[in-house]
């Protein structure tokens, strides 16, 4: 099973800057054929989507990170990052890194142990 490890988390005034970092290693399947993506979860709250990018650089993004966050890719280092820009508080959480392969009749997928990001106001 592929190995998915964040990094970049930290905290930050409201407005400022992060980038974090994903790196997926032994896995199976050559990084390209992984769609990415990053979720996070709030104290009390469930597990969101924040963003994705598949194998086709085909990217989705939560409406309310929309114009802030970036998600890039790095097939030759096996990383994905997310650039998160004028952050806010309620951007405060627990950010997972996401990893999923797509085979013919199975999907491989493993999850991060997540870097916490806090915001302050």
């Known amino acids: 099973q592929a190995r998915v490890m964040e990094s970049g988390g930290g905290s930050v005034a409201a407005g400022g800057s992060l980038r974090l970092s994903c790196t997926v290693s032994g896995s199976m399947h050559e990084f390209a054929r992984h769609t990415m993506s990053w979720h996070r979860q709030a104290p009390g709250r469930q597990r969101a989507l924040v963003a994705s990018?598949?194998?086709?650089?085909?990217?989705t993004y939560e409406d309310s990170v929309k114009g802030r966050f970036t998600i890039s890719r790095d097939n030759a280092k096996n990383t994905v990052y997310l650039q998160m820009n004028r952050l806010e508080p309620e951007d405060t959480a627990i950010y997972y890194c996401?990893?999923?392969?797509?085979?013919?009749?199975?999907?491989?997928?493993?999850w991060g142990q997540g870097t916490q990001v806090t915001v302050s106001s």
């Open positions: 996401h990893s999923e392969v797509i085979l013919i009749g199975a999907t491989r997928d493993s």
């Open positions: 990018m598949d194998t086709r650089g085909r990217i």
